[in-house]
């Protein structure tokens, strides 16, 4: 966010506030704006304005479908009995060539406020001004909408789009204010592999292109078929520019004809926008190629593809649209919106296509557009405008600004007398009434899942090349299986060369050239990897210090200091860290049955006997310091250090005995793409999760033990040591949990012997090396006398009396030295 508002105030100041050289956009006042972004223009070349400059890309059929928001605004604020008792709703619509740099402009004007004329953010202690649209219909492109998108999130500002299908749009974390009334290509995806299926093809091809709309649609596809043993002849992803750079065009289209006409595929899916399709179906018919080919939703109702000339050579099309309805009056409202009507988008268009008069020759007749007809001053029969008005896109802009009229009620209020508030409100308050709307728009009920999609589904439709009519010729429902309808299908002349595909077994995966299966190779984390050899080397200093920190101790066993740590159980808290420095290389190196048990159940073990040691040390000097003399007698029954050890160590080993036994850990094969993953399934989680828990506890004990013996005479600070050494355990698994949840991958296994690591060495460093540095450099400190001189001050300055007996401490203040 905070990288976009910079991007925000570097771009503002060169962004031209002029209406006259900006994108074309249309403005009617009301009480409350929608904004609208619509792709007039299919494309731009970057070099002039998005206007009527550049006309060769004008789409007809977008023009009608910025008027169908009109026609629904008009529609809500002249309806009886109103829906907005007393408020107008107004509308701001840019034309963005389905471009993101022009689409971003136009986001820039919605957002801006009533009295600025460039949307500003404001100072650096400001926050984002309250946007002049409250919502936002469009974009159409999944590419241009992801952009807008992260814009309009500054603002809270809803967007909903009619014909952005992307699953990336779907992320609620990247994209939190982003709706759509029409499906996600999710289940897109899975209704193309449902009509691949119902067919029994069994090798199809795949072009997508370098877009969000294109890469990941047709990275889905490649998933689910691969899932499903369907051969893929060929994937082929086009650059993003494919239509417009026509030097990349040219080398990248020779290139595909080529995988085209050599290609055994029984259907070629194009996953990709409709101008990219254009360019496609040109070369086909110039290069005679009949083939069957499935459509995505972008082009698949695509008047201007259909009447390519020649089109009908390319062979039969299927596609997919989101649902069909017509857009109710709308038909009426097109061939009498040129009767006094105005708008800058009908200038436009009257400035393309002037209206046939009578005079005119063939003008009932001319009711379809040729390519040379594009762009030019070729007059249009206004009747013959309603053959070119869809019943998808249109209806789902029809369906979006329903939706907003809706939230806008239940936001206000309202009844059909009056609204309950004023047109005062934020755009977030908005945004959260309509992404809970739940209603039906004449026969389409409709509402929003956690990812802002609707319960739409799918109509599949079959392409007439004799009357250049979509025919639907099934249904997919989001929730249920492919109901087709009698569907016949003339198989076109594809000639099979003669390869019998067949699917890899799961420890193989295709060659690039679809010719023979190669074994996948098996991946875990080797003793050479760059992560294994740093933690190998830490191991082996661990091992090392434990075990000179062990003959140190032994040296120096009788001496005040080594007492104070626990004594002999400071050597059975040694053992247990040596051991646990042991068992960390067993998470290293091809993953076995040994290995996997020796791994995280053992160091539960004894990580729990290295703890159970220093929570009964603490216990035995908190009970030697209770001077309350009542309560002495049964506090010094718990002064049973070997009993609270075993008792607290046989716990975790009757659990993790249970675990090992029911569902220990045990290797497992993760098959992949072109690899076979290594790595030691956990068994039982819930016995993984209660280990850990215990020794979560323990530590949490042993963290409140020391913090409250820090109160007590502590010459050598041991609980201020094991305060930190307990809080480092803790941090560290906390940190562990969702990082080893969310990791995968051989990788895994070393975050684990990570974790282990970090546990040993923060028992290692801030309990047991403190005391061999005074051992050996504070030798004046390691003495019965020195600790009899402390427990004397500290208790005068408790006001505690010392009984001092020849010159020596009494006998129950000598339990206080041995305890310190």
């Known amino acids: 966010m905070l990288l976009l508002l910079l991007f925000v105030r570097i771009i503002c100041p060169f962004c031209s506030c002029s209406e006259q050289d900006g994108p074309l956009h249309m403005y009617v006042p009301g009480d409350i704006i929608i904004g609208g972004l619509f792709p007039v223009h299919l494309q731009t070349n970057r070099t002039t304005i998005c206007t009527g400059k550049y006309k060769d890309y004008y789409d007809v059929q977008m023009f009608l479908r910025s008027q169908v928001m009109t026609f629904a605004i008009q529609e809500i604020n002249q309806r009886t009995p109103k829906v907005l008792p007393n408020l107008t709703i107004g509308y701001d619509i840019y ?12 986001t820039f004007g919605l957002l801006k406020d009533k009295f600025n004329s460039c949307f500003q953010p404001g100072d650096s202690n400001s926050t984002v001004p309250e946007p002049h649209a409250k919502v936002v219909i469009g974009e159409r492109y999944s590419e241009v909408s992801v952009a807008v998108a992260r814009i309009l999130t500054l603002s809270s500002v809803a967007q909903i789009s009619y014909g952005s299908t992307s699953e990336l749009l779907s992320k609620k974390r990247k994209f939190p204010t982003f709706l759509r009334t029409l499906s996600s290509d999710t289940y897109q995806t899975k209704a193309i592999a449902k009509l691949v299926e119902k067919f029994n093809w069994k090798i199809v091809s795949v072009v997508g292109s370098d877009d969000e709309y294109g890469k990941y649609g047709s990275e889905q596809l490649i998933d689910i078929f691969t899932e499903m043993d369907i051969c893929i ?14 030097s990349k065009a040219h080398d990248k289209l020779e290139e595909l004809m080529g995988l085209l006409r050599n290609s055994t595929a029984e259907a070629i899916i194009l996953f990709t926008k409709g101008a990219n399709v254009d360019v496609i179906m040109k070369a086909a018919i110039q290069n005679n190629l009949s083939r069957i080919w499935i459509g995505s939703d972008s082009w698949s109702t ?5 009447e390519i000339k020649g089109i009908y050579k390319v062979g039969q099309v299927f596609g997919f649209i989101s649902k069909r309805n017509e857009v109710p009056g709308f038909k009426d409202y097109v061939t009498s919106m040129f009767q006094g009507t105005t708008n800058p988008f009908l200038e436009q268009y009257l400035s393309y296509y002037p209206r046939c008069n009578s005079s005119e020759k063939n003008s009932k007749n001319n009711c379809s557009l040729t390519k040379s007809q594009h762009g030019s001053k070729q007059c249009l029969d206004p009747r013959c405008l309603v053959n070119y008005i869809d019943q998808d896109e249109s209806y789902n802009i029809y369906v979006a600004v329903k939706v907003i009229a809706e939230g806008l009620r239940q936001l206000l209020k309202c009844d059909s007398e009056k609204c309950g508030r004023n047109a005062t409100f934020t755009a977030l308050e908005l945004f959260q009434e309509i992404k809970k709307v739940n209603f039906t728009v004449d026969t389409t009920h409709i509402f929003f899942d956690d990812n802002g999609d609707p319960s739409i589904g799918y109509d599949i439709v079959n392409w007439d090349m004799t009357e250049s009519k979509f025919l639907i010729y099934g249904e997919v429902n989001t929730l249920q299986l492919l109901c087709c309808h009698v569907v016949k299908i003339a198989f076109l002349c594809v000639t099979p060369i003669g390869v019998k595909c067949e699917p890899c077994r ?10 023979k299966c190669l074994n996948k190779t098996l991946d875990f984390l080797k003793w050479w990897d760059p992560f294994a050899i740093v933690l190998s080397f830490f191991e082996i200093v661990g091992i090392v210090i434990t075990i000179l920190v062990t003959v140190l101790f032994a040296v120096h066993r009788n001496t005040p200091i080594v007492k104070a740590v626990g004594g002999y159980l400071s050597f059975l808290e040694l053992f247990s860290l040596l051991a646990c420095f042991c068992i960390t290389f067993t998470f290293t190196a091809k993953p076995s049955t040994a290995s996997c048990v020796a791994g995280l159940p053992l160091f539960g073990i004894l990580f729990t006997l290295c703890i159970s040691c220093i929570l009964a040390n603490l216990l035995q000097i908190l009970v030697c310091f209770r001077f309350d003399q009542r309560k002495s007698a049964w506090l010094k029954r718990l002064n049973r250090p070997v009993a609270v050890v075993a008792v607290i160590f046989c716990a975790q080993l009757i659990l993790c005995v249970l675990w090992l036994y029911y569902r220990p850990p045990i290797p497992k094969e993760v098959y992949h793409a072109k690899t076979i993953l290594l790595q030691c399934e956990k068994g039982s989680k819930e016995f993984f999760g209660v280990m850990l828990g215990y ?5 949490f004990a042993c963290f409140l033990f020391a913090f409250h013996g820090k109160l007590l005479p502590d010459l050598y600070k041991n609980a201020s040591f094991i305060t930190i050494s307990m809080l480092l355990y803790l941090v560290i698994w906390i940190v562990f949990i969702p ?3 969310s990791m995968v991958g051989k990788y895994t296994r070393a975050i684990e012997a990570a974790a282990v690591l970090v546990s040993n060495y923060s028992i290692l460093c801030c309990h047991l090396a403190p005391k061999c540095y005074i051992m050996l450099f504070r030798k004046e400190i390691n003495s019965e006398q020195a600790i009899t001189e402390y427990i004397r001050k500290h208790c005068e300055q408790k006001g505690i009396a010392v009984l001092v007996k020849n010159g020596h ?6 339990l206080l030295i041995n305890a310190v």
């Open 95 to 106: 034309d963005t060539c389905g471009d993101v740099t022009f689409a971003i402009r136009a």
């Open 233 to 246: 002849d060929f994937k082929k992803i086009l650059p993003g520019d494919f239509s417009v750079d026509e």
């Open 302 to 306: 695509s008047t201007r593809i259909a």
């Open 506 to 515: 799961n420890w193989e995966y295709p060659s690039p050239e679809k010719d």
């Open 695 to 699: 020794n979560a506890l323990l530590a």
């Open 739 to 741: 990082i080893y949840i």
């Open 809 to 814: 401490i009494a006998e129950e203040m000598f």
